[in-house]
């Protein structure tokens, strides 16, 4: 389960079954800062991928190979990032719209992987790696 917090601007991430602890305090709860368009949480909620606010589409300016376009964070606060560069050798192949760039067709989640589809029909699958699950405080 995510919900954001209004007043600090906080996504709070917690398996519903544990969000209301004793005296109805939240429990086993974690924080990611900011507020997030595009977020997929892992079944056991150890971890977030956070996407693109544009989902799959990138503003003008962004058309960079260092644009990050994935972002993933643990319970632990450990950070891992795709960048456009991760993803195309050429960004010559995003199809521009009329006012941004696009930079995927599709993107599925199944357990700990994040599957692709890629503008230029390629379908590629990013595997979160065991070492990057954080185990619970």
């Keep these: 389960m995510a919900y954001v917090n209004l ?3 906080e996504t709070i991430l917690a398996p519903h079954y ?3 602890g004793e005296n109805g305090e939240a429990s086993k709860h974690w924080r990611v800062k900011g507020w997030h368009r595009w977020v997929h949480v892992a079944d056991n909620c150890d971890y977030v991928v956070i996407g693109y606010g544009g989902y799959n589409l990138l503003s003008l300016s962004q058309k960079d190979k260092n644009s990050t ?9 450990l950070t891992k990032t795709l960048k456009l560069v991760d993803l195309y050798s050429n960004l010559d192949v995003l199809p521009r719209t009329v006012s941004h760039w696009a930079w995927y067709e599709q993107v599925l989640w199944d ?3 994040l ?3 890629t503008v ?3 379908k ?5 790696p065991d070492d990057f699950i954080a185990t619970p405080n």
């Design 7 to 9: 007043e600090t601007l």
């Design 69 to 77: 376009v994935i972002t993933y964070i643990n319970r632990s606060g």
């Design 115 to 117: 599957m692709l589809s």
């Design 18 to 20: 544990l969000l209301i």
């Design 124 to 128: 590629m699958k990013f595997e979160v």
């Design 111 to 113: 357990k700990n992987v």
């Design 120 to 122: 230029d029909n390629r």
